[in-house]
């Protein structure tokens, strides 16, 4: 073998970095890479099943806090795949970095099998890649590594996808560099904005304030300076659904904890902004999904912002790329004589929740559910929620545990993220720490990328999957009912037995069928108790209407109106 060679750079330069793990799938564009990694002791080549979820393996790992996630991708369909996942990383400003396998270089635009060099009416991976990345290079000599690794590695942390386009024979050739000669870059300078005009702002408050955190606070591992600045003002404070882990919540000893703002939140974030005489806004722009119902009373009260990007929504905004040093700042201008003078503490924190109209068909309902899986998390529990009626529900009703994460993707909304995601955190944290992952999905996002399950068996991860099964794309089943009139469906499955069909495909792993509530609470104690990873499948109906906001206005109506037949020949038949 020969040694030296640019992978054998890329890995040992990665491990030196802090990196000590590897997400992907083989093939041979990229083999080289897992070659260069069997050779070394202090990083791990993780295989998974599938590229997409590599990469929300890598973004699982990223958001844990474990450090840089990485995700290594084959040519053709192979890279192809992750393209979801690293749209997700760039739309929530994940660090991530993909090392992407292509042909040979000698065989550019020659009509070689899986050619993306954009040559000669070819793909142009160059082109596909820089639109879901902050940095994206083709590696064109062995010695342009050298350079753009490092410079991947620093872009990436300033939060987002960075991507290496590696030709197979530059990944063989040999360096004239030793691998060690190379000191790995930290991360580059972060821009540490002035927090002066909110400090002014709240000096001269009078009345009370109310904080609305986001994903950078996590990002930039700001939590305590979050808590330190929040405690000075006596502040309410809200988190964005994708940030729910960064502050205090209702239920968890949080008396100034209103909730999770926007679609999937609770209805006691707009009145405490509405009474307040400031809104700050910290590390979030605030889209859609998290200021939903919040629109008239951010329009009342004065909004300032702090963080690395604008907020969607009008504000006096103070640039920050390192959250930390601006809150500690900020704090800072605001003790001793910068004291606010006239800072009112709220009245006792309201809690409150949406309401979906009543149900009553065969299954467990979501709240029901979460209930019971309240009651049996420890602390230290990480939890990983995909998207769909169930995420809505798990964002709603399940608190965070102390001393744990709480992980949803909505920058992309990918279903099946989840489960990669679950993996990579849980390697982030150790795969033999004493604590939990749990992954909690529903049956659509099974099928599309739940055999990672395999996966997380196959490394005898501590992690218990809670799938919700109801037959259904439910999120798309209720938006039939209520903005189609529940005429027909596409979206509704025949029926399964999860958890009794992956007992028989994998008989080492703990998998079980729950539809009475009262057998969930003894289920979950099992799954909860085993080495390894479990699985509980919650039989449950798609025509549960899930604390979502934007299905509530009509939600009643839909729920009453008489089903009307439709010529059915070319949907799916319900179940």
Known sequence: MARHRVVDHIVGYLAAAGVDHIFGVDGANIEDLYDAAHYRADITAVLA????????????????????????ATSGGG????????????????????????APMSLDGRGSFQDTSGRNGALDAQALFSAVSVYCKRVLTPQDI??????????????????LLLPKDIQQATLDVVNGSAVPVGRRNAHVGNPHPIARALQNVDGPVTIIAGEQVARDDARAELERLRSLLRARVACVPDAKDVAGTPGMGSSSAVGVTGVMGHPGVADAISESALCLVVGTRMTVTARGGLDDAL???????????????????????????????????????????????????????????????????????????????????????????????????????????????LGMGGMGYSFGAGIGMTFGRGADSADRTVVIAGDGSFFMHGMEIHTALQYRLPITFVLFDNHAHAMCVTREQVFYGDQYSYNRFGPSRLGAGLAAMFPELRSVDVDDIGALPAALAGALDVQGPSVISIECSADEIPPFAAFLGNAADAVSQPHIEKDHRNVAARA
Request: aromatic fraction near 4%; glycine fraction near 10%.
């Open 49 to 72: 099943k599938h590229e997409f979820s590599a990469a929300t393996m890598a973004d699982g790992y990223s958001r844990s806090g474990a450090g840089l996630g990485v995700v290594a």
């Open 79 to 102: 890279c192809l795949n992750t393209v979801p996942g690293l749209g997700e990383a760039l739309a929530s400003r994940v660090p991530v970095l993909a090392l992407i396998g292509q």
């Open 146 to 163: 050298l350079t753009a690794l490092p410079e991947a590695i620093a872009a990436a942390r300033t939060g987002g996808p960075a991507v």
């Open 299 to 409: 329009r009342s009260a004065r909004v300032y912002s702090i963080g690395a990007e604008t907020p969607y929504l009008p504000c006096t905004h103070v640039h920050t790329e390192d959250l930390r040093a601006s809150l500690s700042l900020l704090t800072s201008a605001l003790s001793g004589h910068g004291r606010p003078a006239r800072v009112r503490v709220p009245d006792a924190v309201r809690r409150s929740e949406l309401r979906p109209p009543a149900h009553d068909c065969p299954g467990i309902r979501y709240r029901d559910a979460l209930t019971v899986l309240d009651r049996a998390l420890p602390d230290g529990t990480d939890i990983v929620v995909d998207a769909g009626n169930i995420g809505a529900s798990a964002i709603h009703h399940l608190p965070v545990r102390r001393g744990g994460r709480f992980i949803v993707a």
